[in-house]
Structures are given as C-alpha cells and as structure tokens.
C-alpha cells in the first residue's frame, strides 16, 4: 500500500484473486473493490469500491471483467 497508494485499500479485509490483461495491467481484488495496476510505472490506473471482499476476477467477451464477492457477481466494462 506504500508504494501504490490509497487505490489498492478501498475497505477492510483482504484481497483474493488476480488476472494480467493484453497490456500487461494487473486487475487485482483489493480489500473492499478492485484495482487495475500497471506493474512497470507502478501505479493504480483504476480502482472500483464495490463494498466487500473480492474473492476472483474474469474476463469475458468483449471487454467484460466479472467479478465475484461474497455472493455478489458484477460485470464491469473495459475500454479495449
């Protein structure tokens, strides 16, 4: 959290779950949402606050990202 900012500690809890993009960018759970991380500047380029822990991260079709937490599904939307 020192060295990438508040945008990776958006609630209490613990983070769970990663993937890397075709870009190389991390979408990581972070307690309370999810963050999108560039492993080479570093920095958080996005953050999401969905409420809960994040238990895992997915991508779909057509720029879709799910994510799952404690009973909830949400479907975000890249820019691709």
Do not use: M
Request: aromatic share 6%; glycine share 18%.
């Amino acid at each position: 959290e020192k060295e990438l900012g508040a945008g990776v500690q958006l609630g209490p809890g613990l983070s769970d779950g990663f993937k890397v993009d075709e870009l190389g960018r991390i979408w990581s759970s972070v307690p309370g949402g999810i963050a999108v991380i560039d492993p080479v500047a570093p920095k958080v380029l996005a953050s999401v606050k969905l409420g809960t822990n994040i238990s895992n991260v997915r991508f779909g079709d057509g720029g879709d990202v799910f994510v799952t937490g404690k009973g909830h599904v949400w479907r975000l939307k890249r820019k691709v």
